[in-house]
Structure formats: structure tokens, C-alpha cells
Nanobody
Framework: QVQLVESGGGLVQPGGSLRLSCAASGIMFSIYAGAWYRQAPGNQRELVATISNVGRTNYADSVKGRFTISRDNAKNTVYLQMNSLKPDDTAVYYC?????????WGQGTQVTVSS
């Protein structure tokens, strides 16, 4: 059974930081690309950042320079370090693992940026 379990969300003030984690089980995680998406109320799910199986990264323009995606294949985990958070970053954040036609999602973790 494949599972992706996110953690690390919460309430943070503008300008603060959070680190999200996504632990994968049931798959050979090292061959999968990892990604973080987010969905705010009333909006479509949008891509935040991706990391290939060899560590190549890409970011949405809205988070470049503030967010960093990374992975630890020994721990089957992908991370999202979020700095300089803004109220517009408020959303449910989902992790994704994809390889060829296989794609798996976590259950999501809420991030709220508010004073």
C-alpha cells in the first residue's frame, strides 16, 4: 500500500518560516520525482515546486527565492522549506510522487499565514 504522509503545517505570522515534510512508503521513492502543490479556498490546485529523482528543482515564480524543495532518499522523504511567508501562501499543501504513469498524493497539510 502506497502512502504519502505530510507534516509540518500550522499557523505562522507573516515573514515566518515553516518546513513541510512528506514521508513516502510502499514505493521505491528514489526513482520518483517529488513535488509540492497547494490549493487555497476557491482556487485550483497549483504547482509550487518539483524535484527530480536526481535532485533537479523547479519553482513557481510566486515562491522563487523564498521556498526550497529537497529530498532525502534514505528517509523516503521530500521537504519544503518555506521562508518569508506571506498571507497569500495560505493554503492546503499536498505532496506528490510521480514516475511514468504512476502518481500518488498525500492527504494535505494546512498552512495559514496570519497575524
Amino acid at each position: 500500500q502506497v502512502q504519502l504522509v505530510e507534516s509540518g503545517g500550522g499557523l505562522v505570522q507573516p515573514g515566518g518560516s515553516l518546513r513541510l515534510s512528506c514521508a513516502a512508503s510502499g514505493i521505491m521513492f528514489s526513482i520518483y520525482a517529488g513535488a509540492w502543490y497547494r490549493q487555497a479556498p476557491g482556487n485550483q490546485r497549483e504547482l509550487v515546486a518539483t524535484i527530480s529523482n536526481v535532485g533537479r528543482t523547479n519553482y513557481a515564480d510566486s515562491v522563487k527565492g523564498r521556498f526550497t524543495i529537497s529530498r532525502d532518499n534514505a528517509k523516503n522523504t521530500v521537504y519544503l522549506q518555506m521562508n518569508s511567508l506571506k498571507p497569500d501562501d495560505t493554503a492546503v499543501y499536498y505532496c506528490n510522487a510521480a514516475w511514468i504513469s504512476q502518481s500518488y498524493w498525500g492527504q494535505g497539510t494546512q498552512v495559514t499565514v496570519s497575524s
